[in-house]
């Protein structure tokens, strides 16, 4: 009997280990002398502004650096307010709490700065977001108070709450709570120079001003259909009984005011309306398969 030929199973070119890859020491040493150097570089200058705080040299090169930071808490806070509100407001706000920062900097506590001008810059950007808004700090306390009521309600009844449930739940009566309720009416106002579509694909940059209806103005295409339908409704009918159909449905004219426009007693005019209108039916009638078509 043959022995048995023990066959091992040779690693598919697939099955290979990938090799591992090993951290680069030098470029980790590399980057952490550049880091070192830097601090060095900024520690100096900061030694010299100290020693001359009247060096505008000095002090820009101290602005420069820190801008990262300016930049970091106002995309933070930016994330999380409403689109009327622009970026590079906040970044200039930002700026003046730096500049803050750096001249009441006291470099012998030995904290580090970026710790130290965070607050800053993040209180120079909220008092800019007051400043804008027009809407007092007051007025939009009672305004989010209310909504987070609503809110609690909505999620507990599991239906819109009735005006007496949310005045018993905010500890109000009914007309305190809807004098409430205008009042934080003011905090839903849009601005008309918000924008409203950006300036892409080569098209003008909108805002909601460009976009509001004016009601003032009058439709052209109703003009246009009005126009056609009393030359359609006064076709076959004298001036007269043109003039009794325009004063009336047009001019919203009363029938005694007709009377003494055209010189003919109240009476009359009634008698010619009715005929007129029993003669317009009759025409319509028999011209309503064009309308269908």
């Not at 106002?74 to 307010?81: F, I, Y």
């Not at 005929?275 to 398969?289: D, H, M």
């Amino acid at each position: 009997m043959a022995p048995t030929k023990i066959q091992h199973d040779q690693p598919s070119p697939e099955k290979k280990r990938q090799p591992v890859k090993r951290f680069d020491y030098q470029a980790s040493a590399g980057i952490r002398q550049q880091a070192t150097k830097a601090r060095e570089m900024i520690q100096a200058v900061w030694l010299e502004y100290q020693a001359n705080p009247a060096c505008q040299s000095l002090r820009n090169q101290l602005l420069e650096h820190y801008l990262p930071v300016v930049k970091y808490n106002a995309e933070r806070l930016w994330a999380r307010l409403p689109d009327g509100v622009e970026l590079d407001d906040l970044i200039s706000a930002g700026i003046f709490g730096l500049m803050s920062a750096i001249d009441a900097f006291d470099l012998s506590r030995g904290v580090k700065f970026e710790t130290y001008c965070a607050p800053r810059i993040r209180g120079a950007m909220l008092d800019e977001l007051r400043h804008m808004d027009w809407v007092p700090r007051l007025v939009r306390a009672k305004a989010n108070k209310l909504t987070e009521a609503t809110n609690t309600l909505e999620t507990s009844l599991g239906r819109a709450a009735t005006d007496q449930e949310l005045a018993d739940y905010l500890e109000l009566t009914v007309p305190e709570l809807e004098k409430m309720c205008r009042d934080a009416n003011a905090v839903n106002l849009v601005s008309l120079n918000k924008k409203k579509w950006g300036n892409t694909d080569g098209y003008k940059e909108l805002c909601e001003v460009d976009v509001v209806e004016n009601k003032r103005s009058e439709d052209p295409t109703r003009r246009l259909k009005k126009n056609d339908l009393i030359r359609l409704v006064t076709k076959g009918l004298n001036r007269s009984e043109r003039l009794i159909l325009i004063l009336y449905y047009y001019e919203e004219l009363t029938m005694k005011e007709i009377g003494h426009t055209l010189n003919l007693s109240e009476s009359r005019v009634s008698q010619m309306h009715s005929s007129i209108v029993r003669r317009l039916q009759f025409q319509l009638q028999k011209r309503e398969p064009e309308f269908l078509t």
